[in-house]
């Protein structure tokens, strides 16, 4: 969130300036704007700070739910990767265990209603209570139908909110023991899902736990061939395109089924978060080039977990359930003038780079 504010200050500073020809207002307007940026998220990390030891304090849940309003309006339109998803056969394996393990019996929330298939396995499994809020109007109206057509809509409360815009006890009257959620993108930051856990917090009972509970970000040194360019290749044969060999050098980039591993090395956890604890919303973690020598590039991919279930988007061997539509990514590195790469997370966005 923060990088997304800083370029949305600085592009429509500097469009400014290239209209009008005012580089030295653009600076000035530049500094304002970074100020006002950094001044608006200092205040919404106070306020965070002090939603972790008062949770049930009204006021700065709502000051906190109307920063985000301006920042994520609700959308009213499709998504497209929800059909994908839908027939992501373990994907929706994993949740449905997850729910028969868990929500029997249980007070259960869930952020991210979606057309309502995670809600249909919790209420599957008979839960004392449960909650869904999905943001988007356009999918909040399906899901309603859904669960109106299959005589469901009477078994849960369902809201169109945003789960920042859930207030304890104005919109539900109990708290919950579980809050489940699938809010991974595959730049598994992107859709906020670690701000969105921590304000939720507030909405758990003290023993309440999210599931699932761990995320962790992994990373496998490997060699590849880059089948990408080989249409281009054979078709402007009289060509030399060695140049585009490293093209996507110090990018992360689709792991397509054109690029084939010839050789791996084991897995490094990059970032391991225990959403049921006191997380960082940014953190930072360096991979040594010694690691690094003799690979060409970096498999990169998420793991969610809870207990012996884990859900992941690449086959790293001990993952039971590897989703596919959400696919995963390689960082091409240089391997000639190896660096130290650095990762780096905050509140939407995953950042790879050499140092
Ligand atoms: C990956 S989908 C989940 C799909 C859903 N569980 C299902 O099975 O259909 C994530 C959903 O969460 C919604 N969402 C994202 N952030 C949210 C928030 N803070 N509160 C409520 N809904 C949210 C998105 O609009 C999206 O529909």
Known sequence: MPSILIKYYLLDARQGARCQGLYGL??????????????????????????KTHPDDLGTAKSIAKFYQKLNPAINHATNYFIKMYQDKNRNLFYKELAQKNTQNKDVMEIGTGLGLIAYYILQTKPSYFMTCELNRHSFLKAEEFFKTNNLLDKLV???????EIFYPEDTEKKFDF???????????????????????????????????????????VNYINHQFDGVKNELKQLNLDCYNNYYENQLISLDQNIEITTKANSITVFEIDLNSDFKLNDQFILKKDTLAGFDGLIVYFQAIEGDMILSNYNDEDSNYICDHWGSSIFVLNNKHLKNIEFQYDRTKLEIKPL
């Open 158 to 164: 369902l809201l169109n909110k945003s789960s920042f």
């Open 26 to 51: 653009s600076g000035v307007i530049l500094i304002i704007s970074y100020n006002l940026f950094m001044d608006s998220l200092k205040l919404l990390e106070s306020l965070e700070e002090k939603l």
């Open 179 to 221: 809050i489940i959620h699938e809010l991974f993108a595959s730049n598994p930051f992107a859709e906020g899902f670690l701000p969105i856990i921590m304000n939720a917090k507030r909405l758990l009972k003290t023993q309440g736990k999210f599931l699932p509970g761990i995320f962790k970000l992994k990373a496998i040194p």
